[in-house]
């Protein structure tokens, strides 16, 4: 398999522009999860999703945050309008169940200026 | 809320020596899964190692093994004959079971330097 895929790998945007992060999740797995890095803050879950239904949102920071799952293959994360505070690298993780080994994409370096 | 702490933000060893990467937990929880992840330059993340908490015996992976002391809530992985390839940044993790998912929660890493 290919592992969990992530477009695009970097990504630099001015303030107010609206952001687009691309996720494919591993075929087979059920849960799907959204998590920011910064070094500020760490690691921190944004998102997950179960069978493509958004299961607990509680992490997204505002409302600018918006995540999506149309299908069992693709997830997207919208930010907008995004603000320098977003920069950080955005990942996505899949498993098959839920307290399956979660595995991780290769991240969207995300930079606001 | 659960929460993870690694008090080693940097560690050093010596290559083809034994390094030993601290973590330690809070939790009310008695069913959970403990998890090493790898972060080397490249900002993948790389699964080492899992522990599930009903396990009494300590999961091990080739060069690389755990400490999991449960009731002092402590989970700290040991590296044996360190190579170069080591050197990254280590984050202990914690998953809990009741309730299903619920996300990763990660502490704020170590970083491993090898010295050749």
């Known amino acids: 398999d290919a592992g969990v895929i992530q477009s695009p790998r970097h990504e630099v945007t001015e303030m107010g522009q609206e952001v687009t992060l691309r996720c494919k999740p591993i075929?087979?797995?059920?849960?799907l999860f959204w998590y920011r890095q910064t070094m500020m803050r760490g690691l921190e879950l944004l998102i997950y999703?179960?069978?493509?239904?958004?299961?607990?949102d509680s992490g997204m920071p505002e409302d600018r945050f918006s995540a999506k799952m149309p299908n069992a293959s693709f997830s997207t994360l919208k930010i907008q309008p995004s603000e320098p505070r977003d920069s950080a690298v955005y990942f996505c993780?899949?498993?098959?169940?839920?307290?399956?080994?979660?595995?991780f994409g290769p991240g969207t370096r995300l930079t606001v200026l | 809320a659960q929460t993870v702490t690694q008090s080693q933000p940097e560690m050093s060893v010596q290559e083809a020596e034994t390094v030993t990467l601290s973590c330690t937990y809070d939790?009310?929880?008695?069913?959970?899964?403990l998890f090493w992840y790898k972060q080397p330059p490249s900002r993948q993340m790389i699964l080492v190692i899992r522990?599930?908490?009903?396990?009494?015996q300590n999961a091990t992976e080739n060069r690389f093994s755990v400490n999991f002391q449960k009731a002092a809530k402590s989970f700290s992985l040991k590296i044996s004959d360190s190579q170069l390839g080591d050197a990254a940044m280590y984050f202990c993790?914690?998953?809990?079971?009741?309730?299903?998912?619920?996300?990763?929660?990660f502490g704020k890493g170590t970083h491993l330097i090898i010295q050749p």
């Open positions: 075929s087979g797995h059920d849960y």
């Open positions: 522990q599930e908490a009903y396990k009494q």
């Open positions: 939790t009310s929880e008695s069913d959970y899964y």
């Open positions: 999703f179960n069978n493509n239904v958004p299961i607990d």
């Open positions: 993790a914690y998953n809990q079971v009741r309730g299903g998912a619920d996300g990763l929660t």
């Open positions: 993780a899949s498993s098959a169940g839920p307290t399956d080994t979660q595995y």
